[in-house]
């Protein structure tokens, strides 16, 4: 809190943001403005709602200070950026940017909120450094009702790949590293974003359908189509990380892709430039393997020393 005090100029909402910050890392199984304010020992909601809502701070700043602490204290040359989004259920209509959309909070449509996140991830930990509300084009196109609600006159509708891309370029401009980038299908699907981290010089893993397609020195193919050619020896059966059962095996081969024709005087990546398609498949479909579901897409990132590409090892 010391940090960040000073965004808070009178001492009420200052005092009130701690408690706020201490309930949040608390061990509440129910977070919000009621809960929060009960555990804090307040007699009702309405100071915490007000904080949120109407009182005076500086939340971009905030923001900011945040990031600053958790590069200061997470710092890795090999840390990784992972952008994802996530929902709250909401009801009514006036919650600013809700719709009936698809939330992974319930794992279906249903009248929500969705913001996206980045988040910092290295060896000593991970923390979110930066967050964008998603502003559906049911507001954006209905001014009056972004009025209502307190949104600028210039509010824009933006993508979620181009909110991580706003936030990604914040993170690098404020001088800080990362060793590559990472999302999930929403995001690599994106050509646009995909072409923003090559200019910048950042590899990316980040993970496109089975029908996204890629061009190879063999031609251009379907993502389960390169999958269904690639060798069984090709394939190698790693560990994605452990997991709350243990170490989560899949079964892993990359494909070398062949590189667009550069503009000129391209920025070089940090690592070279090497454009890659390695297949991950669940251990469930690993007898069929053009039947999974989605690919995983890697441009302008690290080589993969010692692991077999495409039926050949390097």
């Not at 930990?125 to 009702?145: F, K, M």
């Amino acid at each position: 809190m010391g940090r960040i005090a000073s965004r808070f100029k009178p001492v009420e909402p200052r005092r009130r943001a701690g408690r706020l910050v201490l309930g949040l890392l608390s061990d509440l199984p129910r977070k919000n403005c009621w809960t929060i304010a009960e555990w804090a020992g307040e007699a009702g909601p309405h100071g915490m709602q007000h904080l949120l809502c109407r009182a005076a701070w500086d939340a971009d700043a905030v923001r900011d200070d945040v990031r600053e602490y958790v590069v200061e204290h997470l710092h890795d040359e090999a840390a990784v950026l992972v952008v994802d989004e996530t929902g709250d259920v909401k009801k009514g209509s006036c919650t600013v940017g809700v719709q009936r959309q698809y939330t992974g909070t319930a794992g279906r449509i249903e009248n929500s909120q969705v913001a996206v996140y980045l988040v910092y991830a290295g060896e000593r930990g991970h923390a979110a450094v930066d967050r964008e509300l998603y502003i559906p084009r049911s507001w954006t196109c209905d001014p009056d009702r972004c009025r209502a609600a307190g949104l600028g006159e210039d509010t824009a509708f933006a993508t979620k790949p181009e909110l991580a891309r706003t936030m990604i370029e914040r993170f690098l401009d404020a001088g800080h590293q990362a060793g590559w980038v990472t999302g999930d299908e929403v995001y690599g699907g994106n050509p646009k974003l995909r072409t923003a981290l090559e200019e910048r010089g950042i590899g990316y893993v980040l993970a496109v359908a089975c029908s996204a397609e890629a061009a190879t020195g063999a031609g251009t193919f379907r993502a389960d189509a390169l999958a269904a050619k690639v060798p069984r020896r090709a394939w190698q059966k790693l560990s994605a990380g452990r997991g709350a059962k243990g170490q989560r095996f899949y079964d892993w081969a990359v494909i070398d892709l062949v590189e667009p024709l550069p503009a000129a005087d391209p920025p070089q990546p940090r690592h070279g430039r090497i454009r890659l398609l390695p297949l991950l498949l669940n251990p469930a479909s690993a007898t069929d393997r053009a039947g999974a579901g989605r690919w995983i897409q890697m441009a302008g990132g690290r080589d993969l020393p010692g692991r077999e590409r495409a039926g050949r090892t390097r």
